[in-house]
């Protein structure tokens, strides 16, 4: 029986994928790295900012130290940060406040679970913070997924057994890191047919068979 869903942020609660597409790819092209794509991009997904990092420097033949890659990701950082002073309601994927709220009414328990470090900032422009029970994101952990730490702080936040959660993820790491929590999950957005998520679907659309799935 799932007493709580966890969802992930980035692609599946928002649309800031493209704002980290965006500030990546304007770092990767100050690094003199001008093949920087949206399937490098797809191997972000879900993961750290640093691990982020190692993709884009991968493209090119440069070699860093510890120091200067800190030095670097917080550069993407400051414009991926100026990228969500533009982040709105508008932001917030479709189907999201629906499914959020349908959730709430049955006695559902809602957390997020990113290992963004601006989730609290996200939640907050897009006015999603009113939906969310408990927050466990990139300020809590210190293991990115495809590890379960994110998940497991999220659950314990929530008061419930890792088992009573349902995750909802749109990338292959964090399926990987739902299951390691021996958590179900449901795998939505662009991709949803590659994540072997236990249940999927493109969106959080209405025909989601919530009935099913929340009886685990
Ligand atoms: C995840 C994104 O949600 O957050 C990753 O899918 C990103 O692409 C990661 O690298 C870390 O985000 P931030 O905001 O802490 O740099
Ligand atoms: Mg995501």
């Known amino acids: 029986m799932i007493k709580g869903v966890i969802f992930d942020l980035d692609g599946v609660l928002v649309s800031t994928d493209e704002l980290h597409y965006k500030a990546w790819k304007q770092l990767a092209e ?3 790295i001008m093949n920087f ?4 991009n797809y191997l972000q ?3 750290s900012r640093m691990e982020s990092l190692e993709v884009v420097l991968n493209k090119g033949t440069k070699l860093y130290t510890e120091a200067e890659k800190l030095i670097l990701a917080e550069k993407k950082n400051s414009c991926y940060v100026d990228l969500l002073q533009e982040l709105s309601t508008e932001a917030v994927l479709p189907h999201v406040v629906e499914t959020l709220e349908m959730l709430r009414a049955q006695g559902i ?3 997020v679970g990113s290992v963004s470090k ?3 900032l996200i939640l907050k422009r897009t006015e999603l913070e009113q939906y969310i029970d408990k927050v466990s994101c990139g300020l809590d952990i210190t293991r990115s997924k495809p590890d ?3 998940f497991l702080v999220a659950a314990k936040k929530l008061g419930l057994q890792n088992e009573e959660c349902l995750v909802v993820e749109d990338s ?3 399926i990987v890191a739902a299951k390691a929590a021996n958590m179900k999950c449901l795998g939505v957005g662009p991709e949803y047919r590659q994540l072997e998520a236990d249940y999927e679907s493109l969106t959080l659309q209405s025909e989601v068979d919530w009935h099913t799935i929340l009886q685990g």
């Not at 794509?37 to 490098?40: A, F, G, I, L, S």
């Open 118 to 120: 601006n989730t609290p």
């Open 45 to 47: 997904k879900g993961v």
């Open 37 to 40: 794509t949206k399937e490098d």
């Open 172 to 174: 292959a790491a964090g």
């Open 148 to 150: 379960p730490e994110v």
């Open 109 to 111: 328990l809602i957390g």
């Open 30 to 32: 100050d690094l003199g």
